[in-house]
């Protein structure tokens, strides 16, 4: 997952979206605040498609440095999200002279590029054995996997009972996430 290099505050991360709300702000303004509230989305909130939503509110308008970032911060929610033949081709427009812009780094364009590149080929190839993989990750896929297991337990497994007791980001959750979920339900999971 990515990282800030520095805590964000609740009060900036509200001053970021009140500006937004200003009448007549400049392009570039704006667009460093959708970039900087996906970045967070994606970074701190764990959201990737809600970052993705920012990144695309980046008017036409805005300074093409800025335009680049959120192309690239777009293909990176994107492998946070699990389009990996998606994402590796958006990297690969980002990288190629005609369609690239500036305001990201190129090696670490590539670097995602090629990383998105091996995900996706893990999925083809387990696709081509029989083993379909959706274009997106599903989020809820641990949490599902538990409601099966409850569902044969006898016990409650609906998507309300099992959101309030599993954290599930956009991403999905981890597996101490389903095991924590497992406590408060009053099963264990191993």
Do not use: N
């Amino acid at each position: 997952m990515a990282h800030f290099t520095r805590r964000i505050t609740p009060a900036e991360l509200s001053i970021w979206k009140s500006e937004l709300h200003r009448s007549h702000l400049p392009a570039d303004t704006a667009a460093k605040l959708h970039i900087w509230l996906g970045e967070y989305e994606l970074a701190v909130g764990e959201q990737p498609e809600d970052a993705a939503w920012h990144f695309g509110q980046v008017s036409s308008h805005a300074a093409p440095k800025l335009r680049g970032l959120a192309k690239y911060d777009t293909a990176l929610a994107g492998y946070f999200e699990g389009a990996y033949a998606d994402t590796q081709q958006a990297f690969k427009r980002l990288l190629s002279p005609k369609t690239g812009l500036p305001g990201y780094s190129i090696k670490s364009c590539a670097l995602w590029a090629r990383i998105a590149g091996c995900c996706a080929g893990y999925h083809a190839q387990h696709s081509r054995m029989g083993t379909p993989e959706p274009p997106r990750l599903d989020p809820y896929c641990g949490a599902a996997a538990l409601a099966e297991c409850l569902r044969a337990m006898g016990r409650p497994y609906d998507k309300a009972t099992l959101v309030a007791a599993c954290r599930v980001t956009g991403e999905g959750s981890s597996l101490h996430d389903v095991i924590d979920a497992g406590k408060k339900l009053g099963v264990v999971v191993r």
